[in-house]
């Protein structure tokens, strides 16, 4: 690695530790050189996933979306930040464990959509209708049938 103050190509590492909930490598450096010290985090490199949106458009995946779509869903609800993060967090984790470089909203929308009937009703619901587009109030009533039904 090198020396961000001196430019010299050799350093060693003095300590290493697990940072960011064990999904990166603390690094604490030192240059032969001038002896200075740096950190620097090591992270596993993960080829960027492509989303392929109902108009066929091509995007990167954003996380901030998920949880977007998931917040105006639990809007006012009796759901926790941390519910909110976890729910995303295993959306998240089951769409990086398909090892896939693309996948379709509609892919997404469901995952979001299984766990949201498993947290809240009401923020089902919510997303459901704006996921699936219903059209009239016939459409609701069907959905909320359905989950009436389980």
């Excluded at 954003?62 to 917040?71: F, T, Y």
């Amino acid at each position: 690695m090198k020396c961000p103050f001196c430019g010299h190509e050799n350093t060693r590492v003095i300590d290493s530790r697990p940072a960011d909930e064990n999904n990166s490598i603390r690094r604490r450096r030192v240059c032969d050189e001038c002896a200075k010290r740096f950190t620097t985090y090591e992270k596993v490199e993960t080829i960027p996933l492509i989303v392929i949106k109902k108009d066929n458009n091509r995007e990167t995946y954003d996380r901030s979306k998920i949880e977007a779509g998931v917040l105006r869903a639990c809007h006012k609800r009796p759901i926790s930040a941390n519910q909110i993060n976890q729910l995303v967090d295993e959306v998240e984790t089951e769409i990086f464990n398909r090892e896939e470089k693309e996948i379709s909203s509609s892919e997404i929308g469901e995952l979001v959509m299984d766990k949201l009937k498993n947290l809240e009703a009401v923020a089902y619901v919510r997303f459901a209708s704006v996921y699936r587009e219903f059209k009239d109030v016939n459409t609701f009533m069907d959905e909320l049938k359905r989950v009436l039904n389980k």
